[in-house]
């Protein structure tokens, strides 16, 4: 699989074909060292279970609390708070060591094979250096606020640093691991070099330091992000090395920054939910409650022209509201449908390409991750976000079915028979307690009944008795193994949020967003000249950094903006959403677009040829709605939900 690399084993696969194993030694491989690293990972899999698992109860018995005894735990969120600092690092950590990082590899893998090699060495080494460095910045830290405790638990503010402290050790523990696994020549000289570099920086940093003074700082950081990233360094990592470059080119605030800023970039509890809503996901999958709708939605629209095609549409809207992880979505419906398209005929390379245009199309649909994180990194109400999203991914999924139509009208495929009343009726009868979900979720965020995160872990609850009680199809085993992979992805994402939070920081104090606006003031009151700058820069920053991080960085910075040029927030959010999602599913190097060729088994060149049309139809939706508000504003007025 050529380009971004979203899953382990593409990547896993890619390191083995670069090493030669006659390079290596295996002095350096000795078992006590496997054995020792086998071993953390155990006991990291069990912290994670334990701390995604407690904040389920923390959070659930809060809810509980507060509907039985009309009062609420005011413990519980220092608690929590303190269990998601463990999933964002320490998860992040063994996904690191999972290989689930996201990460650019479309470069490297056209490069000749020592070329490669020297990429895969240089990325580990960089990964070991920041996480030294950013080893030795949080220890202080903890240190330093052992004193300040807590105001309801009295604990020491300095345990919620120990999680990262934790995780740069884990991380500096696998980078290793992994060098000494990799072509020992090439990593000797690598080393050297690279050693050799960071010594004359050193020793030479009074004389090179006024010459990246300034906006040349602000220039070396977005240097030291992008470069790495088209190496292969994974997303995460590349926003810390762009952070740290420039605290310590520009010397203007402490090292501890770049800790201080990551561990306070993942504390807002709006993420609670985020792991939440996951594990729903994954529930979903497992326990077939996804299959069940999706089989509803073919007995409604099987019979339109490209039938099987307008089937994946429709599920994608319906399962994106259910679970708000966008891979969890792409899974549950490409995996359902990739045999009943097959045994129709369809062209899977069509399919693949429908499913991701789906899934783009998806991301406004709540409860969305990426609205989550927008609402947790900006002013804009979570619940706003929610409602607003509903109309723009629907006129959009209308596009795509229009498009859909005249393409299945002009292949002459025939339609598939309409369904029965009695298929219809057993469809709904087998789908209706799976879809009273959304109408839980929606309803208790609408009318002000429960936090997100609340009601995320309600999900969480109901899916395991839908699953596990009724249906009968989670078994315990299942359940386990899906908290960690579900804690798993959670910690990748919250990592990337807290690396992103830090190099956003420093994006700040190097004053980029008054640039910019000096930049947009050209445009004036050009507010449709703002909205495709806007979509294009998401779009392309969403392809390259696998879309959340694009959001996390440009968001605060870009919201304001579209206020001093007449946009309203909300309406800015939803187009920022759409547009950051649509980069994330378009190819040559949106990872979301990968991830749907590797479900319907198709070749990546194939699918980017038939994806083409979709994407035209995916952003002339999207300028629809970026141009005529009513589309995301009208429900949020219409519920007093602000606009």
């Not at 590349?238 to 420039?246: N, R, V």
């Not at 723009?392 to 209308?398: R, S």
């Not at 060149?605 to 035209?616: D, G, H, K, L, N």
Request: with cysteine.
């Amino acid at each position: 699989m050529d380009g971004v690399k979203p899953v382990g084993s593409a990547m896993s696969a890619n390191i083995e074909e670069a090493v030669d194993p006659g390079g290596q030694d295996p002095d350096l491989l000795q078992s006590p060292f496997r054995r020792l690293m086998g071993g953390m990972d155990k006991v990291l899999q069990a912290v994670l279970v334990l701390a995604l698992l407690g904040e389920l109860g923390i959070v659930f018995a809060n809810v509980l609390n507060r509907v039985v005894l009309g009062r609420s735990l005011l413990w519980t969120l220092e608690a929590a708070e303190m269990a998601l600092a463990a999933i964002a690092f320490v998860g992040g950590a063994l996904a690191y060591r999972r290989c689930e990082h996201a990460f650019v590899r479309s470069l490297v893998d056209r490069l000749p094979l020592g070329y490669q090699r020297t990429c895969y060495a240089l990325v580990e080494m960089l990964v070991l250096g920041v996480a030294i460095i950013t080893a030795l910045s949080a220890i202080p830290l903890v240190f330093a606020q052992q004193g300040e405790l807590t105001p309801v638990l009295q604990i020491p503010v300095g345990w919620f640093v120990l999680p990262l402290v934790v995780s740069m050790v884990v991380l500096g523990m696998t980078a290793i691991e992994r060098l000494l696994g990799q072509h020992r020549r090439t990593v000797y000289l690598v080393g050297t070099a690279v050693g050799l570099l960071l010594l004359l920086l050193v020793l030479t940093r009074d004389e090179w330091r006024p010459w990246v003074a300034g906006d040349a700082s602000l220039g070396l950081s977005l240097a030291c992000f992008f470069v790495p990233v088209l190496m292969g360094l994974p997303v995460g990592f590349a926003l810390m090395l762009g952070a740290t470059a420039y605290l310590y080119a520009a010397d203007t605030v402490p090292m501890a920054a770049l800790a201080h800023t990551m561990v306070n970039g993942v504390g807002n509890f709006v993420l609670l939910a985020l792991p939440f809503f996951i594990l729903a996901a994954r529930i979903m999958n497992q326990g077939g409650i996804s299959l069940r709708l999706v089989h509803l939605v073919q007995t409604l629209v099987g019979h339109f022209r490209g039938g099987l095609l307008q089937v994946m549409v429709v599920s994608m809207y319906v399962v994106s509201g259910l679970s708000g992880s966008k891979s969890a979505d792409v899974a549950a419906v490409g995996s359902v449908m990739r045999d009943m398209l097959r045994r129709e005929g369809y062209s899977l390379e069509q399919s693949s390409a429908v499913l991701a245009a789906s899934a783009a199309m998806g991301e406004t649909v709540p409860p969305s991750i990426a609205m989550l994180v927008l609402g947790s990194v900006t002013t804009l109400s979570i619940g706003a976000l929610f409602i607003a999203g509903l109309m723009p991914a629907a006129v959009i999924a209308a596009c795509l079915m229009v498009l859909i139509y005249f393409q299945a009208r002009r292949a002459q495929i025939p339609r598939l028979p309409r369904a029965s009343l009695k298929q219809i009726f057993a469809a709904s009868l087998a789908g209706v307690l799976p879809l009273l979900m959304p109408v839980i979720l929606f309803g208790g965020i609408l009318f002000g009944l429960a936090t997100p995160t609340e009601v995320s872990s309600f999900a969480v609850i109901y899916g395991l008795v839908l699953a596990g009680l009724i249906y009968r199809e989670l078994g315990v085993r299942a359940f386990v193994q899906g908290v960690i992979d579900c804690a798993l992805v959670s910690g990748m994402i919250l990592f990337i949020m807290g690396a992103a939070a830090s190099f956003s920081w420093t994006l700040n104090i190097a004053s980029l967003p008054q640039r910019l606006v000096e930049i947009l003031s050209t445009i004036n009151d050009s507010h449709v000249l703002f909205m495709v700058a806007s979509i294009l820069l998401l779009i392309a920053a969403g392809s390259i950094l696998e879309g959340l991080p694009a959001l996390v960085i440009l968001g605060p910075i870009l919201l304001p903006i579209a206020s001093q040029v007449g946009v309203s927030q909300l309406h800015y959010g939803i187009v920022l959403v759409i547009a950051m999602g649509i980069g994330a599913f378009m190819p040559p190097v949106g990872v979301g677009f990968y991830v749907c060729c590797a479900i319907c088994e198709t070749s990546i060149e194939r699918s980017t040829r038939a994806m083409i049309p979709y994407v035209i139809v995916l952003c002339l939706g999207l300028l629809v709605v970026a141009l005529v508000p009513w589309f995301t504003l009208y429900l949020p007025l219409k519920f007093h939900l602000g606009g």
